[in-house]
Every structure is written in C-alpha cells, then in structure tokens.
C-alpha cells in the first residue's frame, strides 16, 4: 500500500516527462484512448517475471517493465522470489536510467529512469527474526537473504524495517498526512535542488556526481569524523558512503534546512543498517 502510494507524492510529470513515456506506451500499444501518459506509472509485475519481460527484447524488441515504469515507480514485492537473472538486469539501468539491450539483430536503447521500490520478508516464513515464530534454518535465511546481491542492496538509497502493526495502532483514530501534503513538501525540496544545481546539468540530489560531493555535500569536522566510523564499521563502498551523504542532503532539503545537521546523517545512516543487520 506504500508502494502504491509514491506516484503521489512526486512532483506532477513535465510535458517533456509524459512525452517521453507516451512514447514507450505507444511503441508496446498501451497508450490510452488520451494519447498522453498524464500520471506517473506504478509498474508490479509478479516476481514469475522473465528477465527479458523486465528488460524488454524479443524478436521485435519491445520495452520492458523497467522501461514502463519510466518517470515512475517499479515495484517488486517479495523481492527474493524473482530470479536472480532477472534481479541482477536491473544494476545496469539503475546506474544509467537507460537500458541497453544487444541482440544479435542490432543493439537497443529504451529508457529506463525509474524509482526502484521492493518488499520482502527476511526468510521464507516471514517471522525472522522472531525465533519464537521462524524455524529457518541459518542456512535456508542465508540462502534467501543471498538472493539479493551486495552490488544491487548498494544501489537502493533507503531501506527500511517495519514491524507489525499493532491492534492499538490500527484502532487509533490518528489523522495521518495526505499524500497532497506530502507532495508540496516533496515539491519545495525539489524547488532547493533546483536552485542548487542551476546550469549544472545535475538534476536530483541522487545525481550528484562523486567530484562534487564535497561541494553539495558539505559536513564539517565532527560528521566527518562520525561517517568514517560509520564507513570502516559497516564496510561501506564509496557508492554506499556517497549515497548516505545525499540521502542526508534531502532529508536536509525537505526540513528545508541550508546544512546538513547531525540528526539528518544519523537518520541517512539508520538506512542502511538493515544491511549489517541481515546480510553479514
Ligand atoms: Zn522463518
């Protein structure tokens, strides 16, 4: 249900942007009676999913999920059931926001810029690591959890643990925010990057190139001295180090704050202990 509800709180497509996936839907015969892609698409194909279904190919090579999830979300739920071929297809377009596919007809290139968002259960009953609930062996949670290499765990910027919702919780009559207002808050950030990266060519946080972390990154001396603990504990790449730092800047941008406070990198930072804490 989470998943479902991101479309909504990023920012409306530009012209360009529904363009641009209309083309997509045009060339797999899935546009509208509109003739336009006005909403962001939320893509979840089942994880029986061939890893040409989610690249794209075929004998007249068509997109693929990755590709109609263009501008939008793809979702894969239960994560670890998709076949590893077809899980790792998804580093590449990750990186470059395009996918190219080389068959022996000629090479193709769709686009491929799509927000990533999955769903799984640590082991196959679900309950790890509720040893009173799970009866996995190490080995059948090292095996599932296995499914999910490093390099791809690296590229996704947040992951989090959610527990089970409990009864108080599910009775309580607590307004919860609009996704409308999560929206407007998504949108001033976007406003502050916009501002930030003018005539750059950079587009989002996310994107900021390794040369200029230090520009559009800034900590000072005790946050630097924090995050090389943080690196050195958790074993992180520089990818994995570069991503927290850009994940604290928007989280920065959406207090709308100028700098990047402790409590923003201590909250980027909690994103990524899930990989220490299930995967080693
Ligand atoms: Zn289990």
């Known amino acids: 249900m989470t998943a479902r509800r991101i479309p909504g709180i990023l920012p409306p497509m530009t012209q360009q942007e529904q363009l641009e996936l209309s083309k997509i839907y045009s ?27 989610l690249a794209g190919g075929g004998s007249v090579p068509k997109p693929g999920e990755v590709s109609l999830a263009h501008k939008g979300v793809l979702f894969l739920d239960e994560l670890p059931e998709f076949k590893k ?47 009173t609930l799970c009866n996995c062996s190490k080995d059948s949670i090292k095996r599932y959890m296995g499914k999910i290499s490093k390099p791809l765990l690296d590229r996704i910027d947040i992951c989090v643990e959610t527990s089970q919702v409990t009864y108080e919780d599910l009775m309580s009559a607590k307004e919860n925010e609009s996704s409308a207002i999560i929206r407007q808050r998504v949108m001033m950030s976007l406003e502050r990057q916009k501002k930030r990266f003018e005539g750059t060519g950079i587009s989002y946080n996310s994107r900021i190139p390794a040369k200029y972390m230090e520009k559009y990154c800034k900590i000072n001396e005790k946050q630097q001295k924090f995050m090389k603990e943080i690196y050195e504990s958790c074993q992180l790449s520089a990818r994995g180090y570069h991503k927290i730092l850009k994940t604290a800047r ?26 220490t804490k299930y995967w080693e």
């Open 27 to 53: 060339v797999c015969g899935m546009l509208p009676g509109s003739g336009l892609m006005e909403e962001r698409p939320f893509r979840s194909p089942h994880h029986t999913i061939s890893p040409g279904g």
């Open 85 to 131: 071929t077809a899980l790792e297809i998804l580093r590449q377009p990750m990186e470059d926001k395009q996918i190219q596919l080389v068959r022996h007809l000629g090479n193709y290139t769709y686009p491929a810029d799509f927000m990533l968002v999955a769903a799984m259960n640590p082991c196959k009953c679900g309950y790890y690591p509720d040893r």
């Open 250 to 275: 928007t989280i920065a941008d959406l207090e709308d704050s100028g700098e990047i406070l402790n409590r923003h990198l201590n909250e980027a930072v909690c994103y990524r202990a899930i990989d």
